[in-house]
């Protein structure tokens, strides 16, 4: 039995975790991502990370997620934008250097594809798309049971599929992305405009995501208006993507996706509506099932 340690760098915090190779997760906790000279501390706090559960676990690898834009060959982050320095850390080799294992380096959306392929919803297919509607989109595409990559290990960027030819500017530099209309942020956005352009007296600090949902839940017209309208482009984007790939499965996952199965049921219906037929008959919608661990899962797969 091996035991692998995974590490999945967030913005926010960093978990990480011992699993052995059957998929158990023997250990799991979290500390604050650092803020400042990530390509130093971060791999700092991992080497002291492992060295404090050696104490207690045997460990053989170890496996990490990261956000960013990353060579999985050589273990390095080649573009993270939203960390302070963390652009060309050399990842893989600065842990393996103070600690002697083996390390293994992914995107934190491709390993969350890769977990879930696992131990999770897509469990049993070795061809898939992974989409997660956060902040913004992320996806993964996973073909023969590897993540299609492309040729600068980019591939996969649903949130970035056009689906308005003159739509809203999108932080990428292009206009009228998936990710724009599609995700959480996108939902909510829409919701604060038409609220405001109808006079309501309404803060943005209270309104999420879940809270708009209890309007819905409650036949609050404009609610229903708003999420109608999130729903067609939620499908828009995985009818493109299925009509492209033909992959039979689409996981979701993110914030939204926690509705449930009303949600997905809706999703699926309207998928079949609009989807040619061939494609339809045999394509399923699912519900991520590994949530906040996907990425540690996915992390301890790769390694493994």
């Known amino acids: 039995m091996k035991n692998v340690v995974c590490f999945d760098v967030g913005g926010t915090f960093i978990k990480y975790a011992v699993i052995n190779s059957e998929g158990k997760i023997l250990f799991k906790d979290k500390f604050p991502t650092p803020?400042?000279?990530?390509?130093?501390?971060?791999?700092?706090?991992m080497i002291n990370k492992i060295e404090e559960i050696r104490g207690s676990y045997e460990l053989h690898a170890v496996g990490i997620c990261t956000a960013g834009l990353v060579d999985?060959?050589?273990?390095?982050?080649?573009a993270a934008n939203n960390f302070?320095?963390?652009?060309?850390t050399r990842l893989s080799e600065a842990v393996k250097k103070g600690t002697g294992l083996n390390t293994f380096v992914e995107n934190d959306v491709n390993a969350a594809a890769l977990g879930e392929m696992w131990k999770g919803a897509a469990k049993g297919h070795d061809t898939f798309v992974c989409i997660a509607l956060g902040t913004g989109v992320g996806g993964a595409v996973v073909i023969d049971g590897k993540v299609v990559k492309g040729v600068s290990g980019a591939a996969g960027e649903i949130g970035h599929i056009i689906i308005e030819e003159k739509g809203e500017q999108c932080g990428c530099g292009t206009v009228g992305c998936y990710e724009r209309y599609a995700s959480t942020s996108a939902f909510i956005r829409t919701?604060?405009?038409k609220a405001l352009e109808q006079g309501m007296d309404i803060s943005e600090s209270e309104v999420d995501g879940e809270y708009i949902m209890k309007l819905v839940n409650s036949g609050d017209k404009l609610a229903l208006?708003?999420?109608?309208?999130?729903?067609?482009?939620?499908?828009?984007g995985i009818v493109s993507v299925t009509h492209?790939?033909?992959?039979?499965?689409?996981?979701?996952?993110?914030?939204?996706?926690?509705?449930?199965?009303?949600?997905?049921n809706e999703l699926n219906n309207r998928f079949r509506k609009r989807a040619i037929k061939d494609y339809a008959e045999h394509t399923t919608i699912v519900q991520a099932q590994l949530k906040n661990d996907a990425g540690i899962y996915g992390a301890c797969y790769i390694a493994l």
Do not use: W
């Open 244 to 264: 492209l790939l033909d992959p039979g499965l689409i996981v979701v996952g993110g914030g939204i996706s926690a509705q449930g199965q009303v949600f997905f």
């Open 225 to 236: 208006e708003v999420y109608n309208q999130f729903l067609d482009h939620v499908v828009t």
């Open 191 to 193: 919701y604060m405009n």
């Open 84 to 88: 302070p320095e963390y652009s060309g």
């Open 35 to 45: 803020n400042y000279n990530c390509r130093e501390t971060i791999p700092e706090n």
């Open 72 to 78: 999985s060959k050589n273990g390095v982050v080649i």
